[in-house]
């Protein structure tokens, strides 16, 4: 894994949607610096200028301050800004905008202690049929072996591989506790709630290997509960589609 | 027993007390130790942090072949120790002593009352409140360790942790019944037993802050004790209050009804646990007002907007508490309720400090030992408070969700913010407490240390998580980006030791100082509150005669008066 590409600040922005993010954050950060220096400023002037000395008494009456409501409104304003204005549209257009199905890579993430089981529909785009009572550790998704949509899939455990350049939709649980599915690279975060399916969507502009983590506390291995991202370029994807493919044939070919 | 005739025997008097300033005080010692414990908790944390996998020197080898096996931290006892850190720090440090020792000294002196309206209950409050706290300890005694779910015990996890989960919610239940007792004789003695003419615009702010805080305390935390009543019940009796059907825990499927939801928790959780954070911060905020306007010698600049502000603080407090959930697949119309909430919160906090910042205009500011902490709680909690920002608004908590930032933020409120006002508290009302003075030299080396290395703990937090790094990682190296940021935790880590030495300052003074310390009479920062009317310290009773109140409590250097304070109780000004 190349450290050179992280740093202490935000690490490389692989998604469409992340740019926006990270303006935001940039933005927000401007904003508090500014408001806390300010403040800090005149706090700073004012334990000066009003120190206990010789010669020096408090007042007793208050200071008539003005600018105290503008600067106050300014900052609600500001706040207000952010809120309806910056933030609600880029969480509309990411949440709102669900890729269409048919150019999609549509995925399957199911998390367990301490692994990322992935779930590709594989040619047939269809997901075979899964049941937990079928899941044990040869089979940790439950698939059903007799079902003809679940011939071709193809199940990894830590290892994501997507396209460059296409929308992925991610459905997303849990078969035991919480977990926090997390692509730091791409501005992805969900949590992955038993007995919930929760769905996010994103895509990838650069080709890359990047880190999946895990964002929520699952337990002793939660550290631990690691697992790869590549970006692959068409090429490379169709590549590693074909060899991962499953030995089984292909129905239609019986 | 009447209130004028003080107990004889030495158990009546100094164990089984009902006199509120002996209670205060029990609740000030005990939850300092528990402070103190859950800080050496962190300490040990931030070892395998630094230097993970790595044997501690010397230390490792006393906590037993199960949990640090030749020194080297488990990863279960990592997370032991950030369950329980996070507990005591919050649920048997800063409460209790935010409430149930300044709440408890302070509230019958400030409105000028004799005791708190139900001695009985209050001692029972204090006594249930260390039987939950030693049984919050003894989970480290049980089979796999204390709870290591978090502070937050989200299930499913904490459904199926080891029995030190059970010991963290009956531990949990004995807190809350504590507190609701507390809360109830704080909201009566401050409705029934003032002094003659203290009107409710003539309360000292402090007042205020606690009576906004016990009821935020009543109201918010029997949510939390039905909600670990019902964990207890899935752990114990085999219900399915928070399993949902069809879980598969290492291969196995779980033999549970199952229908139930983990999100239940969440809600419930967090609907205490937000209007907690207003519990940790409302007394801070009355405390500083109090030391900040005796040593500006000037009335607080706005002090009926400030009254109105926690006020608004306490009622909105509870109207925000899924922005701990945005990631959890919330609907966008219910983020959006919950975004506008958290703004609209933010604008009684930006007044409060507003209104102390302006009360230094046209001051006269003495810089004692006190008046350092309350000043420095400005910045540290603005810090805290600016921050919040970007995890309030939903499109930026996308990426900061979970991660070291959160971290950063809540800590800046609660350990440089409400932590610094408790100790500016501490070193205001120890000579009405004790009769003595702390000696001001260790004070102000006790405090130039602590705020130069808190920032070192907590600042370089934020950068770690815009870095990326996410939260209770037992090992931050597992990940590429946690290895190129590990230079800060080693450089936190050796903040936060050396935070913990600037600490020794503080407890040699607070002890050395009750034989030691300079002789204080009953007023001796000429302040102007019904507590500097009583002698210090402040007899079985309080007031030598009942207390009449002619003034607002901040009446400093009134034009024309004889002397720069007009103490409520003085009819001449």
């Known amino acids: ?254 | 027993m009447s209130a004028a005739n003080p107990p004889d025997s030495f158990l009546r008097r100094y164990v089984f007390s009902l006199d509120h300033k002996t209670i205060g005080l029990q609740y000030t010692i005990t939850s300092l130790f528990f402070l103190l414990g859950g800080f050496c908790l962190m300490a040990l944390m931030r070892w395998q942090l630094a230097y993970p996998g790595q044997p501690l020197p010397y230390l490792g080898k006393l906590f037993g072949e199960n949990a640090m096996p030749g020194g080297v931290m488990q990863p279960e006892f990592y997370n032991q120790l950030g369950a329980m850190h996070g507990t005591i720090m919050v649920f048997l440090g800063v409460v209790p002593l935010a409430v149930g020792g300044f709440g408890n000294y302070l509230i019958p002196l400030q409105v000028g009352a004799r005791d708190m309206a139900f001695p009985k209950l209050n001692m029972l409050s204090y006594w249930i409140y260390l039987c939950g706290g030693i049984l919050m300890l003894a989970g480290f005694a049980m089979p796999g360790g204390a709870a290591q779910s978090g502070w937050t015990s989200y299930p499913p996890l904490a459904d199926l942790a080891t029995s030190g989960q059970t010991i963290w919610l009956l531990a949990m239940v004995f807190v809350i019944t504590s507190s609701l007792f507390g809360s109830i004789n704080f909201i009566v003695t401050i409705v029934q037993l003032r002094a003659k003419g203290m009107e409710f615009f003539r309360l000292p702010f402090f007042i205020h802050a606690q009576l906004v805080t016990a009821f935020l305390l009543l109201l918010a935390f029997p949510p939390l004790e039905a909600a670990s009543v019902l964990q207890l019940m899935d752990r114990l009796a085999g219900t399915s209050f928070f399993l949902p059907t069809g879980l598969v825990v290492s291969g196995e499927k779980l033999a549970v009804a199952g229908g139930g939801s983990p999100l239940l928790w969440q809600h419930l959780f967090w609907f205490l646990a937000h209007p907690e954070v207003y519990v940790l911060i409302l007394p801070a905020m009355g405390i500083i007002t109090e030391v900040i306007a005796t040593n500006t010698r000037k009335p607080v600049w706005n002090y009926r907007l400030l009254v109105y502000s926690v006020l608004f603080l306490g009622f909105m407090s509870f109207t925000v508490w899924a922005h701990h959930m945005f990631m959890t697949g919330m609907g966008t119309g219910m983020s959006t309720f919950f975004q506008i909430t958290t703004m609209i919160i933010s604008i009684p906090s930006i007044v409060v400090l507003t209104c102390i910042v302006m009360s230094l205009w046209g001051a006269s500011i003495r810089f004692t030992v006190p008046m350092l902490f309350a000043l420095a709680f400005l910045p540290m909690f603005g810090i805290g408070g600016l921050t919040g920002l970007p995890l309030g608004l939903s499109a930026s908590d996308i990426y900061l969700h979970d991660s070291y930032y959160v971290v950063g933020h809540f800590h800046y409120v609660v350990a440089p913010g409400t932590l610094f006002a408790l100790f500016a508290g501490i070193y205001h009302w120890y000579p009405k407490a004790t009769g003595r003075q702390m000696n001001a030299t260790l004070g102000k080396i006790h405090f130039w240390g602590s705020i130069i290395a808190i920032n070192g703990v907590f600042m370089p937090m934020f950068i770690q998580g815009i870095a990326g790094l996410s939260r209770r990682l037992y090992d931050p190296t597992i990940y590429a980006h946690g290895r190129v940021i590990q230079p800060l935790n080693v450089f936190i880590s050796i903040s936060a030791w050396t935070l913990g030495l600037f600490q020794l300052p503080f407890i040699y003074n607070f002890f050395a100082s009750l034989k030691r310390g300079e002789k204080a009479l009953e007023n001796p920062w000429a302040s102007t509150t019904l507590e500097w009317a009583a002698p210090s310290p402040p007899p079985h009773g309080n007031f030598e005669s009942a207390p009449v109140v002619y003034r607002s409590p901040y009446e400093y250097s009134v034009p024309g008066a004889a002397t720069d304070f007009s103490p409520q109780w003085r009819a001449e000004a």
């Open chain 1, 1 to 254: 894994m190349d450290e050179s590409a992280y740093g202490y600040w935000l690490p490389p922005d692989a998604s469409a949607h992340g740019p926006q993010i990270d303006h935001l954050l940039g933005f927000l950060h401007i904003f508090m610096a500014l408001i806390f220096f300010g403040w800090a400023a005149f706090f700073v002037y004012c334990l000066i200028r009003f120190r206990a000395r010789a010669n020096h008494a408090a007042t007793y009456a208050p200071v008539r301050a003005a600018f105290i409501k503008y600067a106050e409104g300014t900052i609600i304003a500001v706040e207000l800004l952010l809120l309806f204005g910056v933030s609600m549209p880029i969480w509309l257009r990411y949440k709102q905008a669900r890729p269409d199905e048919a150019q999609a890579l549509h995925l399957r993430v199911v998390a367990e202690q301490y692994a990322w089981n992935i779930h590709y529909p594989g040619r047939d785009k269809k997901f075979g049929k899964a049941s937990v009572e079928a899941m044990n550790g040869d089979n940790p998704l439950g698939l059903d072996p007799d079902d003809a949509a679940g011939k071709d899939d193809i199940v990894t455990i830590n290892q994501l591989h997507i396209p460059v350049n296409t929308p992925v939709i991610i459905d997303i649980s849990s078969k035991d506790v919480i977990h926090g599915f997390n692509i730091p690279a791409l501005r992805v975060k969900q949590d992955a709630i038993p007995g919930q399916l929760s769905t996010l969507w994103f895509t990838a502009t650069q080709t890359g290997h990047f880190e999946l983590a895990c964002a929520q506390l699952c337990g002793l291995g939660h550290y631990r509960m690691r697992g790869d991202v590549y970006i692959d370029s068409p090429a490379d994807y169709a590549k590693w589609e074909q060899e991962n493919a499953p030995a089984v044939p292909a129905p239609e070919q019986k």
